[in-house]
């Protein structure tokens, strides 16, 4: 039985991962768990060799995809680190499912 949060139930939080996180099917990976947590947004290679992207969903699910990005990545990643910027509350998700863009 899922539990109900109260007040804001949905948290919104941009990232950005540091380490060999190109060539091993980050982004894959990431949008696959992100789907299975009900989580949505999107995840992108940058140009400067990191992944980045924006989440959006419960806040228990999206601290459950944050310490997977931070500490376990897909296999064959080396995560140095993720840096967390813009987090806020919302109300409802801005995004339907969660994409690959390029």
Known sequence: MALQES????????????????????TK???DRS???DIVG????SKRGTIMGKMQG???N?????AWLSN???????????DLINF????RKEFNGFSIRF
């Open 42 to 45: 999107w995840v992108k290679n």
């Open 58 to 60: 419960p806040k228990s």
């Open 35 to 37: 789907t299975e947590l």
């Open 7 to 26: 007040g804001h139930s949905f948290v919104s939080v941009e990232f950005e991962v540091f380490g060999k996180v190109q060539g091993v099917y980050f």
């Open 62 to 66: 999206v601290e459950v995809m944050i």
């Open 29 to 31: 990976y990431c949008r």
């Open 88 to 91: 806020e509350y919302l109300a």
């Open 72 to 82: 376990e990545g897909s296999p064959g990643s080396k995560i140095e680190r993720c």
